[in-house]
């Protein structure tokens, strides 16, 4: 079992940027390929970053450019540096944890999940 707490999510202005974290248990995340997802009232839970074992990074094309999410395999965390925020991207954010094969992007392919951080843009 991986437990994932996230944290770091709150109220910033558009235009700002926010550092989310998250901070895994019982297993190393070494093992695993990880992401963020997001899920925007009344809407689905959506891909919005990953990263392999490797390291390799892909981004859902709307945050191209503005998130970067990495990994810390020594401390077991994962990040996700989000720049030019826009109001659009009010939703709570989830870190995940998936097979080390492939690409995590679809929700069916979680093997785990953080309890979700709140991240609120105003203009």
């Known amino acids: 079992q991986v437990q994932l707490v996230e944290s770091g999510g709150r109220l910033v202005q558009a235009g700002g940027s926010l550092r989310l974290s998250c901070a895994a248990s019982?297993?190393?995340?070494?093992?695993?390929?990880m992401a963020w997802f997001r899920q925007a009232p009344g809407k689905e839970r959506d891909f919005v970053a990953g990263?392999?074992?490797?390291?390799?990074?892909y981004y859902r094309d709307s945050i191209m450019g503005r998130f970067t999410i990495s990994r810390d395999n020594a401390k077991n965390t994962v990040a996700l540096q989000m720049n030019s925020l826009k109001l659009e991207d009010t939703a709570v954010y989830y870190c995940?944890?998936?097979?080390?094969?492939?690409?995590?992007?679809?929700?069916?392919?979680?093997?785990?999940w953080g309890q979700g951080t709140q991240v609120t843009i105003s203009s």
């Open positions: 995940a944890a998936g097979p080390s094969t492939g690409l995590l992007r679809f929700v069916s392919d979680v093997h785990y």
């Open positions: 019982g297993r190393t995340i070494s093992n695993y390929a």
């Open positions: 990263i392999t074992t490797g390291s390799g990074t």
